[in-house]
């Protein structure tokens, strides 16, 4: 879409990066230093899918799949439609329905570190790629 690309374009030109400095998502720290930790090199998306066109979510999970190794985890932190000013959201019913094919819910809910004077944003979704 030019003109989502354009007005991203021109926010960096200005500095205006709202998506940066957000403190780190509690579902990511868990993953990441929780017991087991997570191995390097597992699937990790904090907010991409939220901010596409219908057609690039489609071809964005296609493409995750297709590179997924069996038993790969993806984490995904997405803001809910009306979460965040310029974000478009994402439905958690259409994350899950996404998903699918190939892929098991682990878990789920909301993400507290992206919370914004109690309102609740942001969800977390943690995926287990079929072996």
Same mark, same amino acid.
């Given at each position: 879409?030019?003109?989502r690309q354009l007005l991203?374009?021109?926010?960096?030109?200005?500095?205006?990066?709202?998506?940066?400095?957000?403190?780190?998502?509690?579902?990511?720290?868990?993953?990441?230093?929780?017991?087991?930790?997570?191995?390097?090199?597992? %699937?990790?998306?904090? &907010?991409?899918?939220? /901010?596409?066109?219908?057609? @690039?979510? !489609?071809?964005?999970? +296609?493409?995750?799949? =297709?590179?997924?190794?069996?038993?790969?985890?993806?984490?995904?932190? %997405?803001?809910?439609? &009306?979460?965040?000013? /310029?974000?478009?959201?994402? @439905?958690? !019913?259409?994350?899950? +329905?996404?998903?699918? =094919?190939?892929?098991?819910?682990?878990?789920?809910?909301s993400e507290p570190a992206m919370d914004?004077?109690?309102?609740?944003?942001?969800?977390?979704?943690?995926?287990?790629?079929?072996?």
């Amino acid at each position: 879409m030019p003109s989502r690309q354009l007005l991203f374009k021109t926010f960096y030109r200005l500095g205006f990066v709202p998506w940066d400095g957000h403190p780190l998502a509690h579902s990511m720290q868990n993953l990441i230093e929780g017991e087991p930790a997570l191995p390097a090199g597992r %699937a990790l998306d904090i &907010g991409c899918l939220h /901010g596409m066109s219908p057609e @690039d979510r !489609d071809a964005y999970v +296609r493409e995750v799949t =297709a590179v997924s190794a069996p038993d790969a985890r993806l984490l995904l932190v %997405a803001f809910v439609p &009306g979460g965040s000013w /310029g974000v478009p959201g994402i @439905d958690p !019913d259409e994350v899950q +329905r996404r998903f699918a =094919a190939g892929w098991t819910l682990l878990s789920s809910g909301s993400e507290p570190a992206m919370d914004h004077n109690g309102k609740d944003p942001a969800r977390h979704y943690l995926f287990q790629r079929a072996s």
